[in-house]
């Protein structure tokens, strides 16, 4: 690549699978060789839990947003677990409840920069930037956001996903006014869904009306199998097994669609 391409993977909504989502895109582009940096923007801090290989002596999300040094932004940035010697990069720039504080509903211009000017300083060091955000609209997902090339949104098939998926449009189109114009749209993907249930095929075809334009193919259905290469601290293109390697598919696909710059 020859820019690096900024993705905030996103949902309005609780619950959906967003942290996995991030890391089976992570995976994809680290089987695709790409150098990789995932930002954990949520407080609760589940992509640095899946993927820390070491200490960061305090040095976090948290530090980074109260003063965006080149000192703190590449100390709180570590190797994931994934990665050894000889592979391509994936990093991971720590998470921290800390960074709870943040969170305020009306956050100034400046706030907002923040991770944009972090970002500035290690952005040669990379292919994508991928950032896991907290599953809501106040100022830690605006600052992903206004970092941010493109929005991947995560939703389940239910009824709260499907107001969930609407807001969060509603909410991307403002940004892109206000803040980011280069901010676009990378699609809805669908996660947890179970092809042998009634509910979720009707709010399947419900989605597809409301939102048909946005939702990338395929859908990601709910298994086990990524839980457990997450708990192994394994990529899921690493995961054996038949189930594993669809995953791994969808995920490339799925990547492959949100890096296009054609999607509006």
């Given at each position: 690549?020859e820019?690096?391409?900024?993705?905030?993977?996103?949902?309005?909504?609780?619950?959906?699978?967003k942290?996995?989502?991030?890391l089976g895109?992570?995976?994809?582009?680290?089987?695709?060789?790409?150098?990789?940096?995932?930002?954990?923007?949520?407080p609760q801090s589940?992509?640095?839990?899946?993927?820390?290989?070491?200490?960061?002596?305090?040095?976090?999300?948290?530090t980074?947003?109260?003063?965006?040094t080149k000192k703190?932004?590449?100390?709180?940035?570590?190797?994931?677990?994934?990665?050894?010697?000889t592979?391509?990069?994936?990093?991971?720039?720590?998470?921290?409840?800390?960074?709870?504080?943040?969170?305020?509903?009306?956050?100034?211009?400046?706030?907002?920069?923040?991770l944009?000017?972090?970002?500035?300083?290690v952005?040669k060091?990379?292919?994508?930037?991928?950032?896991?955000?907290?599953?809501?609209?106040?100022?830690?997902?605006?600052?992903?956001?206004?970092?941010?090339?493109?929005?991947?949104?995560?939703?389940?098939p239910?009824l709260?996903?499907?107001?969930?998926?609407?807001?969060?449009?509603?909410?991307?189109?403002s940004?892109?006014?206000?803040?980011?114009?280069?901010?676009?749209?990378a699609?809805?993907?669908?996660?947890?869904?179970?092809?042998?249930?009634?509910?979720?095929?009707?709010?399947?075809?419900?989605?597809?009306?409301?939102?048909?334009?946005?939702?990338?193919?395929?859908?990601?259905?709910?298994?086990?199998?990524?839980?457990?290469?997450?708990?192994?601290?394994?990529?899921?293109?690493?995961w054996?097994?038949?189930?594993?390697?669809?995953?791994?598919q969808?995920?490339?696909?799925?990547?492959?669609?949100?890096?296009?710059?054609?999607?509006?």
């Amino acid at each position: 690549m020859e820019f690096v391409q900024v993705v905030s993977v996103s949902s309005l909504k609780g619950g959906v699978g967003k942290t996995t989502i991030t890391l089976g895109l992570a995976s994809a582009a680290f089987a695709q060789g790409l150098r990789t940096l995932i930002i954990d923007m949520d407080p609760q801090s589940d992509v640095s839990a899946a993927l820390a290989s070491r200490s960061t002596h305090g040095f976090t999300i948290d530090t980074v947003l109260k003063a965006a040094t080149k000192k703190n932004v590449r100390q709180a940035i570590i190797p994931s677990s994934w990665t050894g010697p000889t592979d391509v990069a994936v990093d991971v720039l720590m998470g921290s409840q800390s960074s709870a504080n943040h969170d305020i509903p009306n956050p100034t211009k400046n706030d907002l920069w923040r991770l944009e000017e972090a970002l500035v300083l290690v952005e040669k060091n990379y292919d994508l930037v991928l950032i896991d955000c907290p599953p809501s609209f106040n100022a830690l997902t605006q600052t992903a956001w206004t970092a941010s090339d493109a929005v991947a949104i995560v939703a389940e098939p239910g009824l709260f996903s499907v107001t969930a998926v609407h807001r969060t449009l509603l909410a991307l189109e403002s940004m892109r006014q206000q803040m980011s114009p280069r901010l676009r749209t990378a699609g809805v993907i669908i996660n947890r869904y179970r092809p042998d249930s009634r509910e979720h095929q009707f709010r399947m075809g419900e989605m597809d009306q409301l939102f048909g334009q946005h939702i990338l193919s395929p859908t990601v259905d709910e298994t086990l199998t990524m839980q457990q290469a997450t708990g192994a601290a394994t990529p899921i293109h690493r995961w054996p097994g038949e189930l594993a390697q669809t995953l791994a598919q969808k995920f490339d696909l799925l990547l492959r669609q949100i890096l296009s710059e054609n999607r509006g």
